[in-house]
Structure formats: C-alpha cells, structure tokens
C-alpha cells in the first residue's frame, strides 16, 4: 500500500505533498502534553524515552516507574532566588548550567521527556507543568507528563515498579531559547496598559486578599486579574486534569476566554504554570504566556496597582 507521501504525480502535487509530508511527519513526532499511565506502561521498553520521577528521594527509592530518573525540583537548579533582588524560585539566567543538569539526566534534544510528579494535588502537579514550560522555554517541543503522576502509576498494582536508583548515561543537551516564552514584569505592565488578560491562578483567598503568601509583601491581586484557581483545573484538586469539556465550563465560570492573549500568574510562577499548561496545551491557546516573577516579584519591586476584595478590620 502507497503511502500518502508516494501519492503525488504532478509537479505542484509533488512540491504540495512534501510539505503535507513534512507536517505529518511532524505531527506523528510530536509528544502529546499528557500521557496515561496505560501509555507508560505500553512504551517503558521504547528507546529515546526519559522519565523524569519528582518523588522525594525516599519515595523514589522505594519505588518507580522502570528506568525512570530522579529530580529534586527544588534543589537541582530548576529555579533559583536571582541575584541582585533576591527574587525567589526564578528562571535560572544561567541556562546553559539549567541544560547541563538536564543533559545529565540522559535527556538530549531528541529524547522524548515524560515527567513524573508525585500526582497527590494539583500543586503536585504544578512540579510537572512548571518544568514542562521550563523545557519548552529552552527549545525542546518533546515532552509529556504523566496524568495524575506517580499517584495514578501506583493505583493500578499491575504497573511494575523499580526500586533503588537509576544513573542515568550523561548527554548533551543544547539549549535554544524561545525569548517569547519569558514575561518580565516590564512585559506584564505593558500588556495592562494594553487591555491584555491577567489571569491569577492562586487558591481565591489570596487573590481576594484574605490571605496571602510569606513571600509576597502585600496582600490582594493585580488590578484588573480574573481568578481561576489552578486547583479547579484537576478532579477533586488532585492529579488527574479535568476533560477539555469541564474546563472550558469552569473558563466561562470565571471569565476567563479559552482563546486570545493572557497571562498568567501566581506567586512565584509554580500554580500559574498549571494554568499557563491547561490554556496553551490542552486548549490550545497559544497566546497564553506564564509571568513566573508572579505576585512576589511583582509586590517586592512595586510593580503596580493592586486590588483587594476585601480588608479585614
């Protein structure tokens, strides 16, 4: 049987079909953002494949999906505090150093990266999202995460398990920054002064004002931001992502577009990535963009206005 890329006779079909052959070949390359537990389990002896385990180090050790690595988020240069202000949990701006750490857990740029996040809340999660923007900020498209993390891989006692740890083969990771892809607080008062979407992606009581982070040096939200807790986009705020059709109802709930140009953010950009995850990936939004300075960058250095729901006497 042809192919539909031997399908082409003439001249300008030939010129067409290569170009239609290209993007199927892209499209048949290309990682879907979520992955099952039933995919993991169907492809754990397919070569190319990393997975990326985000388990405490005791957790992992007892048990993980075969061959898979370990990373610390907090610990292994996947953010940092920036020097000079002191902005905590950060884009490294060394990013050639963040592609090295990555090269050293056996992922190069043709390695499909599946991500592991313990799965037991939707901040959980939120570990997954936020290196999955990371990874696509630095140029790599290849990457998935587990649906409901490691929580969803333990549930079904026939998944195997490895213990002990996995040292993985070092390679070369070269990084290709998307400059797009990074918000300043500059980018995000332009896009106010704009009529752009601000969309806070903390729990509703920061974002009123009730309550608010230690980091943060003020309580309340940017002026103008739509609330959509990260948490509603999980079932019952834990690992599993809702369906495409229960998000958009709780979009509309909040007012918040499924399409057009938003920002999101948070405190420290780890919530927010969920959000930025949910609009841009599974929705599609590709106008969606994740400010990872978030409410502590934003109210240390006096961003701009800020709106409270509510003052407590």
């Not at 980018?187 to 943060?216: C, H, T």
């Not at 909040?254 to 990936?281: D, Y």
Request: hydrophobic residues 40%; glycine residues 10%.
């Amino acid at each position: 049987m042809k192919t539909a890329c031997a399908r082409w006779k003439t001249s300008w079909g030939q010129w067409a079909g290569g170009i239609a052959c290209l993007l199927l070949a892209a499209a048949a390359n290309a990682a879907e953002p979520l992955v099952s537990a039933a995919w993991v389990k169907a492809n754990l002896d397919k070569p190319g494949i990393v997975y990326v385990d985000f388990q405490s180090s005791a957790d992992y050790l007892r048990g993980h999906i075969p061959g898979a690595v370990n990373s610390n988020y907090a610990k292994d240069g996947w953010r940092e505090d920036r020097a000079g202000d002191k902005v905590p949990d950060m884009l490294p701006v060394k990013l050639d150093a963040l592609g090295a750490m990555i090269g050293r857990l056996g992922i190069d740029n043709a390695t499909h990266v599946v991500l592991a996040p313990p799965g037991l809340s939707a901040s959980d999660m939120s570990i997954g999202t936020r290196v999955y923007w990371t990874l696509k900020v630095l140029g790599h498209d290849n990457v998935s995460i587990l649906d409901g993390g490691m929580a969803a891989w333990m549930k079904d006692k026939s998944n195997p398990l490895q213990t002990g740890a996995v040292n993985a083969e070092p390679k070369t990771f070269n990084v290709k920054v998307r400059e797009e892809m990074i918000v300043s607080m500059d980018d995000v008062k332009k896009a106010r002064a704009a009529g752009a979407l601000l969309v806070d992606n903390r729990p509703e009581d920061q974002f009123a004002g009730i309550n608010r982070s230690p980091k943060a040096t003020e309580s309340g939200t940017i002026a103008g931001a739509k609330n959509l807790p990260n948490a509603w986009m999980t079932v019952n705020g834990m690992g599993q992502f809702r369906s495409r059709k229960q998000i958009e109802q709780l979009y509309q709930f909040a007012g918040v577009p499924v399409s057009g140009e938003q920002i999101n953010f948070c405190n420290t950009g780890h919530l927010a990535s969920l959000g930025w995850f949910v609009s841009s990936e599974l929705l599609g939004n590709k106008q969606a963009r994740l400010y990872d300075g978030s409410m502590v960058e934003w109210t240390m250095l006096k961003g701009g206005a800020m709106e409270r729901k509510i003052t407590l006497e």
